[in-house]
């Protein structure tokens, strides 16, 4: 157990790396000129570059999240969708395999996805999850062009929209509102890998299980609880046991 835990935590200070890595690139390379979040005034694409899509459920979950997180015109945030490439994955299918280097930031407008790695003796060890809203990619290969070490694939039949480092960087560029935005994401994100190194190095497995049923309540409905009990650190048998003994104090 101590040994499972030892790699669980490497994991995650991997990762927390990783952010650290994609916060100094977006600091120096996306908002390498200031933005104004609220002034709503973006300079655009040139047509040529802008690909045109119909309004779809995928474009309206992320207009959603945008809107609600950071004040931007409808202009800015179509010159955005514009040059954002839907995808759709079957259940278990790839997004990324270790091996491969990352080319994409992925929004997850439907479904749910899930990075992980593989030990020494082929055993999966969850880093984390996306659902509907959240954003996922393997930033040191995204970043530094270098194969990943974790896989990324469909737990559920999914809807995605991707962006690529190229477009990432001209948007975050020409559309001070946008690169603002993924600004903040990161912030998010760093916040979050710190609780989670924060939450396996002082928190129980039951405590830890308590925080994931507050921060994914309706995952256990929708995944094994295998996948669930690896992102904790656990086996499958103690999770059971922790859900088994929250059941009987009641």
């Known amino acids: 157990m101590l040994g499972r835990a030892a790699h669980i935590l490497s994991l995650v200070q991997e990762k927390l790396l990783e952010l650290v ?6 600091i120096f390379a996306g908002d390498a000129k200031p933005a104004d979040c609220s ?50 994955l079957r259940k278990r ?43 996922i990619t393997d930033a040191a290969s995204y970043h530094a062009h270098e194969p990943s070490t974790s896989n990324i694939d469909a737990l559920e039949d999914s809807e995605l929209l991707l962006i690529d480092r190229a477009t990432h960087e001209k948007l975050s560029v020409l559309v001070p ?47 094994p609880l295998h996948q669930i009990a690896s992102y904790l650190g656990i086996t499958p048998q103690s999770l059971s046991r922790i859900r088994r003994d929250l059941v009987n104090r009641k």
């Open 93 to 135: 299918q790839y997004l990324l395999q270790a091996g491969d280097v990352c080319k994409w930031v992925v929004f997850v407008s439907r479904g749910c996805l899930r990075q992980y790695s593989l030990d020494d003796q082929g055993k999966e060890h969850v880093h984390t999850f996306a659902i509907e809203g959240g954003w």
């Open 177 to 223: 509102q946008w690169g603002l935005f993924f600004k903040r994401e990161l912030e998010n994100a760093y916040k979050d890998a710190l609780i989670r190194v924060s939450e396996l190095v002082s928190l129980s497995a039951e405590d830890r299980y308590m925080r994931f049923l507050t921060k994914y309540p309706d995952l256990f409905q929708r995944i």
């Open 39 to 88: 002034s709503g005034s973006g300079r655009g694409f040139p047509h040529s570059e802008a690909r045109a899509h119909p309004v779809t459920a995928m474009f309206e979950k992320l207009r959603t999240y945008v809107l609600t997180s950071c004040e931007m015109s409808e202009a800015d945030f179509n010159l955005g969708t514009n040059l954002l490439i839907p995808k759709k």
């Open 21 to 26: 890595i994609w916060s100094v690139f977006h």
